[in-house]
């Protein structure tokens, strides 16, 4: 089945600061989303970006399909910011999900 | 904005205990997903729901899990026999098609005692 790998597990960041999060998959997907899980364990959409450029305010995402890898960048962190990110790549009808990036934005 | 809702928001049951968790899709949604996330891992695809079947399930999703669409808007999933190991977050997600956004919603927290 496919692989999904994020990086980096963990990231400390100050507030203001800029980080980027990268997903690599091992097979061509027809699905990519970026989810922020809040520390009440919800599940945030943020992008559903199988290939291209999206931004929303302070994120934005970038997929290369034929490279089988997505970067989420994060600008001027806020601390409303931290919790867990988590790609997940779609494979025929399910998502296939990362372990997730852990992010910590200090004030 | 349309949401996916589940109830209730956290379970506590004892072991062999038979649970239903409940879904409300977003309305035009035609695909009907359930995840689980035990605590501090990722998230697990369990099954995907399409024009009343099950499509794929993976390997957790065995004979003591089930999913129920009993009317036009609800989507259940059931644990006939809880065991420790079942103790996670469940979300339930939607789409239209089968290829684009899964959306998702807030949860249940099953504990099982």
């Known amino acids: 089945g496919i692989q999904v790998e994020q990086s980096p597990p963990d990231l400390i960041l100050q507030e203001g600061a800029n980080s980027t999060l990268r997903c690599n998959f091992s097979?061509?997907?027809?699905?990519l989303q970026w989810f922020h899980q809040n520390p009440w364990g919800q599940l945030i959409n943020l992008f559903y970006i199988p290939s291209g450029t999206k931004q929303n305010r302070r994120l934005s995402a970038t997929t290369v399909a034929t490279e089988r890898y997505s970067l989420l960048y994060i600008s001027s962190s806020q601390t409303t910011d931290s919790g867990v990110y988590f790609c997940a790549v779609g494979d025929n009808r399910k998502l296939i999900w990362g372990l997730g990036t852990s992010l910590a934005v200090n004030p | 904005e349309p949401e996916v809702t589940q109830t209730p928001s956290h379970q506590v049951t004892q072991m062999g205990q038979e649970v239903i968790l409940r879904c409300v899709p977003i309305s035009n949604h035609l695909y009907f997903y359930w995840y689980r996330q035990i605590l501090g891992q990722k998230v697990e695809f369990l099954v995907s729901f399409y024009n009343n079947e099950i499509s794929e399930k993976s390997e957790i999703f065995d004979d003591q899990f089930s999913v129920e669409r009993p009317d036009g808007s609800n989507f259940t999933l059931k644990i006939r026999s809880t065991k420790l190991e079942d103790s996670a977050m469940y979300f339930c997600a939607s789409g239209r098609d089968s290829q684009e956004t899964q959306y998702f919603g807030p949860g249940t927290r099953l504990l099982v005692l």
């Open positions: 097979d061509s997907v027809n699905n």
